[in-house]
T-cell receptor, first 112, second 114 residues
Framework: GENVEQHPSTLSVQEGDSAVIKCTYSDSASNYFPWYKQELGKRPQLIIDIRSNVGEKKDQRIAVTLNKTAKHFSLHITETQPEDSAVYFC???????????FGQGTELSVKP | GAVVSQHPSWVICKSGTSVKIECRSLDFQATTMFWYRQFPKQSLMLMATSNEGSKATYEQGVEKDKFLINHASLTLSTLTVTSAHPEDSSFYICSGAHQGDIQYFGAGTRLSVL
């Protein structure tokens, strides 16, 4: 079955710096890769996603890149702000409409 | 985005009692709903996948007789934790699948079993 590894587990950056979180997946058939942001005690919020037929996607300060050959995908946050502080989860879905397999999460702390 | 409503947000119960958690898709029809459990400082672990009108599919290690899932309509799924014990204390979150892959999450239910 699919397995998703996420690194780092914690990340601390200064406000204005960039943050990068990386994930690898095991199932080459996976075709959908969302990223979620979860604040303490709240629901995960979808912040960006990418499908396997695309290499990069950007939405304002957030971008995701996908390397299908290496089975890597990464989240890039530029110009970080204190409100970006949260836990971020990557995930993969092996097939259409299937279950999400989550990474272990990255606790991002943006220091003012 | 699509809205999923989950109730209650917090429940405290005595050991041995049962607790029901409701998950509703408010503005879309969720043919598939998922139930997750999240312990503090950990990731979301899928418990079961629920398709409307059919039996839920449970993940390995999840007791189907303890965690009863009902998905009677395209907008409502329920999770009942039967005979709850302190080790069942956790954050339970549902999600509804919308437009294929995209899942939208409920606000979660924090269960504390005394």
């Amino acid at each position: 079955g699919e397995n998703v590894e996420q690194h780092p587990s914690t990340l601390s950056v200064q406000e204005g710096d960039s943050a990068v979180i990386k994930c690898t997946y095991s199932d080459s058939a996976s075709n959908y890769f969302p990223w979620y942001k979860q604040e303490l005690g709240k629901r995960p919020q979808l912040i960006i996603d990418i499908r396997s037929n695309v290499g990069e996607k950007k939405d304002q300060r957030i971008a995701v890149t996908l390397n299908k050959t290496a089975k890597h995908f990464s989240l890039h946050i530029t110009e970080t702000q204190p409100e970006d502080s949260a836990v971020y989860f990557c995930a993969a879905i092996p097939n259409q409409g299937g279950k999400l397999i989550f990474g272990q999460g990255t606790e991002l702390s943006v220091k003012p | 985005g699509a809205v999923v409503s989950q109730h209650p947000s917090w429940v405290i119960c005595k050991s041995g009692t049962s607790v029901k958690i409701e998950c509703r898709s408010l503005d879309f029809q969720a043919t598939t709903m998922f139930w997750y459990r999240q312990f503090p400082k950990q990731s979301l672990m899928l418990m079961a996948t629920s398709n409307e009108g059919s039996k839920a599919t449970y993940e390995q290690g999840v007791e189907k007789d303890k965690f009863l899932i009902n998905h009677a309509s395209l907008t409502l799924s329920t999770l009942t934790v039967t005979s709850a014990h302190p080790e069942d204390s956790s954050f339970y979150i549902c999600s509804g699948a919308h437009q294929g892959d995209i899942q939208y999450f409920g606000a979660g239910t924090r269960l504390s079993v005394l």
